[in-house]
Each structure stands twice: as C-alpha cells, then as structure tokens.
C-alpha cells in the first residue's frame, strides 16, 4: 500500500512537467547558492580556519550529501504544523497504517532529488581535488557517512516537527536545529569558537556529521584536539538520534487530542 501510494505521489507530480521540471532546477540551484557562498569566501582567502578550498569543499559536499538525502526522505515531516491546525492529522490516525510513513509519502518532495545528484557530484569532485586516497577504509566512510548524516538529519526534522503536538507554531524552532544544523555542518569546525562550537558540534552531535569523518579522508589530525576515531562515530549518533526521535515521535502521538475543530 505504501508503494501505491508513493507511485502515485511520483505520478501526480511528474504530471505536469514544466512545473516538475522547474522545481528540479530551483533546488539545484539553492544548493548552488550555497556553493557559492563558500567560493566566494575562498576568493577573499587563501585558506579557512586552515583548511583549504578543496579540503572545505569536502566537508561541505558530506555534509549537503546527507542533508539532501534526509530533505528527500523526510523534509516535508515540517509541514506537521499544518496538518495538526487543518485537521489532516486526525484522517491519518484513523486508517489501518503507520501515521509517521503515512504522513511521509503523502507529500514525498521527489523534485528534492536534484539536490541528491548535485550534492553527489559536488561530493565526488572535492574527494579528487582533496586527494583523498582510495583505499577501502576511505571509500566505505565516503558511503557510509552521508547516509549516517541522512539519518541524523532525518531524526531532526521528525523530533523538532514532533513539537507541533504541542506547540503548533513550532516552525522557527525546527528551522533552527534543521537548517541552522546544515549551516553549521557545511564548515570546518574550526571557523566556531567557544561555547556555541561545543554546543553544536558535541552537545547536539553536528560535528560528527560531516567535519570528524573529512578529518580522516584528509589524513589530517583535529586542530582542536579531539580523537581521530571520532569520524567514525557517526552511525552510532545517527541510530541514537534516531531512537530518540522515534520515542518523541511515539509520545507525541499518545498524547495528541486533536485540534478539536
């Protein structure tokens, strides 16, 4: 039944094909413009926070990598807000399925999949220009951590949007933690300092998404300090974020009593 219904989601935004099409292009181009936003920083410099272009645009690539494939997956989970008010969440519960993979494929963001191929080839090209060695060990970390950040950011998006049970204008602070993580991630860790580096990067986990893993696909130890087995943790933070946020979910929806409209 889910397939169904994710085939037909696909069909019926596929079936205008201008408008599909540019949807396609409009998120290429917003992850261009985030590119962009790094080239131009490397035109002013020569190097940032001691990483270089290459180096930085290998963070960034893992980062949007995963961001994208979480945005596809589970982005459109932000639009809880309007599904609590308008009332669409009450229709869901009372079918015989899943509420979260219900709400999930009911607007899959397929036009988000050019964000996917784009981050993929941002990714590939920097791997080269960093000099990243080719060895089994550095080809598995390149796999495995955009899928780990995918789940990672994934479990964001549906802990913060789980909030809307409670606090139906709960949109800022999912933006916040969402794309304000992807912000953060996009960037050697080293351009923060003081207490919001440690708050982001180890309190909330965003250091492992992108910077710790690109350390070891560098062969270039922390500036700051910290253990190079750290780019391996990954996975463990994206099934623990994952676990938290599917028991958030779980008590949000025991505890919902509809909008009562």
């Not at 969402?178 to 708050?199: A, I, K, N």
């Amino acid at each position: 039944m889910y397939r169904a219904l994710l085939r037909a989601q696909v069909r019926a935004q596929a079936s205008y094909r201008a408008s599909f099409a540019l949807d396609l292009a409009s998120n290429v181009i917003f992850l261009g413009a985030d590119l962009l936003t790094v080239l131009v920083l490397f035109h002013q410099v020569p190097a940032l926070a001691g990483f270089t272009l290459a180096e930085s645009l290998l963070v960034f690539g893992l980062a949007a990598l995963g961001f994208a494939l979480a945005d596809l997956a589970v982005g459109n989970i932000e639009r809880m807000k309007q599904h609590v008010r308008t009332g669409l969440l009450d229709a869901v519960l009372i079918r015989p399925l899943g509420v979260l993979s219900q709400l999930l494929v009911l607007d899959l963001g397929v036009r988000r999949v050019g964000r996917v191929i784009t981050s993929t080839a941002v990714l590939a090209v920097a791997a080269y220009q960093a000099g990243v060695r080719p060895t089994p060990a550095n080809l598995l970390l390149l796999v495995v951590t955009p899928l780990a950040g995918a789940v990672f950011f994934g479990s964001v998006f549906v802990a913060t949007a789980t909030v809307a049970f409670w606090w139906v204008e709960s949109g800022e602070l999912s933006a916040a933690l969402t794309y304000g993580g992807r912000d953060f991630t996009s960037y050697p860790m080293t351009v923060y300092g003081g207490w919001f580096r440690h708050l982001m990067a180890f309190g909330l986990g965003f250091g492992l998404v992108a910077y710790y893993p690109a350390l070891i696909l560098l062969g270039r130890p922390d500036p700051i300090g910290a253990p190079a087995w750290l780019g391996w943790c990954g996975p463990l933070l994206a099934l623990a974020a994952a676990a938290l946020a599917a028991l958030v979910w779980r008590t949000g929806v025991r505890h919902y009593r509809s909008t009562g409209s």
